[in-house]
């Protein structure tokens, strides 16, 4: 599996095509973070933010191969095994970008309610932004994984389906992903910092599920 790994993450670099959704992540954080804001409010839409860029990530490490590579490859080491690198792949770009950008966001944000009349610890604010983050990464994979190959092979269905699931599991009540960004915005008003520990739980059954049930139908699915 470290091979594979390894293979999935040259591609990816290699291929420069995460320059894109890197880039329109930077844009997303531009426009809605601003130095000197209330950091659990920021925090909140640097990890909702990341959903579909999650996703999207998904579809580039998935579709990277040409047909006769994702052959060979499948043929030496399995085709869910090779699948299950590239949905890693995915998920540790994604995580790694999440991090980075909560990072960013807690040193410029100012540690204070939506109110601005209440002080937050600025570390526990970052913790429960990196929950937030984990479990918008994950749910953004589980997302990629259900909405390209080879659950869907078809792009012009593919790509609107991604785009729409995305959105519904950063808005829709019940998701794990809505629930750590909420919860993030309802700690900023109240003045309490939560950890959205249950939501990235969900999250990260969600998207196990969704791996393996797109992993197996790999196996029986020809590129």
């Known amino acids: 599996m470290t091979a594979l790994l390894r293979y999935q993450a040259a591609l990816l670099v290699r291929s420069q095509r995460w320059l894109p959704p890197f880039i329109l992540y930077v844009a997303f954080l531009g426009i809605g973070v601003q130095g000197g804001q209330p950091i659990l409010d920021s925090l909140g839409y640097a990890a909702a933010a990341l959903l579909p860029v999650a996703a999207w990530l998904v579809r580039i490490c998935v579709t990277n191969e040409p047909p006769a590579a994702r052959s060979c490859v499948s043929a030496a080491a399995g085709p869910g095994r090779a699948h299950l690198a590239a949905l890693l792949v995915a998920l540790a770009t994604a995580v790694a970008l999440g991090a980075v950008a909560t990072l960013a966001v807690t040193l410029i944000s100012n540690p204070v309610t939506a109110d601005l009349q209440t002080r937050l ?70 003045g309490t910092v939560p950890l959205p520990v249950l939501p990235l739980a969900a999250a990260v059954l969600l998207t196990a599920g969704a791996a393996a049930a797109a992993c197996a139908l790999t196996s029986r699915r020809s590129p």
């Open 121 to 190: 610890p600025r570390l526990p604010a970052s913790a429960a932004g990196l929950l937030a983050t984990l479990a918008c990464a994950l749910l953004g994979t589980a997302v990629g994984a259900l909405t390209t190959w080879p659950v869907l092979r078809s792009t012009g269905r593919a790509v609107p389906a991604m785009l729409f699931a995305a959105l519904l599991s950063v808005v829709v009540t019940g998701s794990p992903a809505q629930a750590a960004v909420s919860g993030l915005v309802t700690g900023s008003r109240s």
